[in-house]
């Protein structure tokens, strides 16, 4: 039977992991390991070709899609070698389609930015938002991501004429750099946010290297001060039973709305992870492969989600889109909201609202 929600010709909105290659090595990026440059075991590497995408998405499905998200939690859509080819397969199938990229901007060449602008400039739905955190520090979180290089392709891309937003990750070390990015990012046109990061796992981000060691660590603004985690919390999620998740929160009197896509709605988008599987929203695609070995934060909605699916094909790789949905893979996802009983959901879209939190800031504003 047809999902309640998701319903595969109902679908207007797909956010896809393009890719999971990755020229930064943020800290806390679930791309990596213990914040560590080394590998999350739990990756498959590798990017969208355009034969693929056309394997996974018809035209018929592409011209029914009006919101296209190509933003990853394990790689950056960016350094997708064919990113462009299938940029340009979207905008012949369905030229009106809005199409938003998140990137860190520190990668590829001019022509690369140059060709991106000229392709988006001529729908106004279409955006480039450059996660860039701070002008010379930009690099102490996002590692590896040179910010001459970064300026470069922001100009370069901004040149053209395309919309372009920033976003502006606040951490203690950038504090001061930020009077200067609301002027840079006016220049360039740009549409500035800052946001609070996540990461702080009851204490300061370290930045380790690849034998683990911590080489610095990472405070956030001083106005939002990191929460410890307390030891009965820790001992909790070392002895916690499965079953027990599904009852954690049901005496909350919220009620989950389901912001799977914030213009449309729950069951009007679907999040699809490079390796094929497809999930209800970015929330649980970012959790699916995160790996928490020693790790307390979000163990415990990961336990959850990895039960409700440890029987469901939600693969592309095995099944077409319109074949999983149509096997209801979500029902006990959103069966549980009626008494909070998905963790992720709850606390994401209920009673915490997680990106609510996160834009808990003040935004300037380019032209």
Known sequence: MPSKYWNYSRLRSVHLEVSTLCNSICPWCPRYDNFS???????????????????HFSIDFIQQIRYWTLAGDYGDPCTAPE???????????????????????GMKQPQFWRDLGMLFKKNKDRLVIFSVDGLQTND??????????????MTTYSNTGARGEWDYLQFKHNEHEQEDAKKLAETLGF????????????GPMPARDKDYNVKYEIYPQEDNPIKPIDDRVKNWIDTLDITETYSVYNKRDTKVKCMANHSFGAGYEVRINYDGTVWPCSFFGHLSRKHLENRYVSKPHQMQMNDIFKNIDNNLNNKSLEEILNSDPFKEVYEGWEDNKIMLCSDSCGHRRTMDDIYKRDSGSGL
């Open 37 to 55: 440059p080394n590998l999350n075991p739990n990756i498959v590497e590798g990017a969208y070709t355009l034969e693929r995408f056309k394997e």
């Open 83 to 105: 990113l462009l080819q299938i940029l340009n397969h979207i905008d012949m199938c369905n030229p009106s389609s809005a199409i938003k990229i998140h990137t860190n901007g």
């Open 191 to 202: 549409k500035i946010v800052f946001k609070r990061p996540n990461g702080f796992e009851g």
């Open 140 to 153: 102490i979180y996002r590692r590896n991501v040179k910010w001459d290089k970064v300026l470069s392709n």
